[in-house]
């Protein structure tokens, strides 16, 4: 009996050894699998790479990212080391919490193939602002959103409609209505988008018109892939895991104090704040995108970012369609010698212009939502609400485009200067 006690536990001890020993000689399970995922590009961080994350090489189950941010953690390596890691799990999380497919959502596609993404996408940011008041940019962003995926579901439309010859001859309508009211030196006064519709509407193709889709689809992946990693990150683990983020150097000092202030509790700081972030959404990420629709092909550009902007008719209540914020008016002198001013009721700017976009965004529509927010909630929170199919699918502006342009060139005022004044 003492032998075979003596036995086991000589087997015992062994055992014990061997295992301290194997401890000593070989990492844990996993250990050093993070080093292949260290200093990686953020090579598909503005979505125009292709579909799926950041870069390719980085994993999508959000378990598997979240072992190997702490083990990148718990070996105290550089937080810019394993920005892409880090930027990866809170876009994996916050995709998963939308119920996208991250790996699979290719802007390219086209609206059809990503028509439940945007649905998705929108509903998301609206659910945040229902369950986080100070989350104003993304309540901004979902009832934009409606706009935006109601105009693309049209764009698509068209490139089997393929209507833009018409939209042509009708913007050649305004040109001819203004030039007998006011002379053909008023038409050279007309918007670049407005002169270039009237001119390449007839060369625009339905293969243009897709690239354009995928460019500002591609947009919309980039702004999700920005700013939602950001909220998800701040509403699961508060400003520490921004802080992360900024030690990432996946955003600067003015995006940590924007975070600060939508925390803060105060309304102007969270108004603030949100503006802040909408700042960059609007020129870092999606400036120069919008830079590259307006330049293709030249006119073909310019045309359909004029036009997609003058049909625009915001969702945020009391918000000014573009084309009444700041109207074409063009001073002219009349057969009999006194001056006027001539007013088109069509828009005399190009949303794809920043400086343009941004004074309608901070005229118009941030302090009206900010405004919803603190004063109207309850019908705020209403529309946001109702099922995001139904909000999307309330505003298909753009197939009404030939009758806007045919009411504009009849609408044309002429107002003497002294009546002006």
């Known amino acids: 009996m003492r032998m075979g006690i003596s036995l086991r536990a ?41 579909p799926g994350g950041v870069n390719p090489e980085l994993p999508y189950d959000a378990a598997h ?205 969270i108004a603030t704040g949100n503006g802040t972030l909408l700042r960059r959404e609007q020129q870092w990420a999606i400036g120069s995108q919008w830079d590259e629709a307006r330049a293709y092909k030249g006119p073909v550009g310019e045309a359909i970012t004029y036009v997609s902007g003058a049909a625009g008719s915001p969702s945020v209540a009391g918000v000014a369609p573009p084309r009444e914020f700041r109207p074409v008016r063009i001073p002219f002198t009349m057969s009999d010698g006194r001056p006027a001013v001539l007013t088109l009721p069509l828009p005399d700017w190009n949303w794809s212009v920043l400086d343009a976009r941004w004074d309608y965004i901070t005229s118009q529509l941030l302090p009206k939502y900010k405004y919803q927010v603190e004063y109207n909630w309850p019908a705020l929170e209403s529309v946001m609400r109702t099922p995001y199919d139904v909000q999307m699918e309330s505003h298909r502006p753009l197939l009404n485009i030939p009758q806007l342009l045919d009411s504009a060139a009849r609408e044309i005022q002429v107002t003497p200067i002294a009546e002006v004044r």
Not at 246 to 251: P, R, S, V, Y
Request: glycine share 10%; proline share 5%; net charge negative.
């Open 10 to 50: 000589v087997a015992v001890a062994l055992a014990a050894v061997i295992g301290c020993a194997l401890a000593f000689a070989a990492p844990a399970a996993g250990a050093g699998e993070v080093d292949r995922y260290l200093d990686l590009p953020l090579v598909n961080r503005k979505a125009a790479n292709g």
């Open 65 to 269: 990212l979240r072992r190997l941010l702490d083990e990148a953690r718990g070996q105290g390596i550089a937080p810019t080391r394993y920005a892409a890691l880090l930027y990866q799990y809170w876009l994996v999380d916050a995709t998963n919490r939308a119920g996208i497919d991250l790996k699979s959502w290719d802007p390219r596609a086209g609206v059809q193939a990503n028509r439940d993404n945007l649905i998705k996408s929108y509903r998301y940011y609206e659910d945040l602002q229902l369950a986080h008041r100070e989350l104003q940019w993304a309540g901004m962003g979902g009832q934009v959103g409606a706009d935006f995926g109601g105009g693309l579901e049209d764009f698509e439309l068209m490139t089997t409609l393929y209507s833009l010859p018409g939209m042509s001859e009708s913007a050649r309508g305004v040109l001819a209505a203004v030039s007998q009211a006011a002379g053909p030196q008023a038409v050279a006064q007309l918007p670049p988008g407005l002169l270039a519709l009237a001119t390449a509407g007839p060369l625009i193709t339905p293969e243009d018109l897709r690239f354009l889709i995928g460019l500002i689809l591609v947009m919309q992946k980039n702004i999700f892939s920005d700013l939602m990693p950001m909220h998800d990150a701040y509403v699961t683990e508060g400003l520490p895991a921004l802080e992360e983020f900024q030690a990432a150097g996946l955003f600067g000092a003015d995006i940590m104090d924007a975070w600060r202030d939508v925390a803060s509790g105060d309304p102007n700081r």
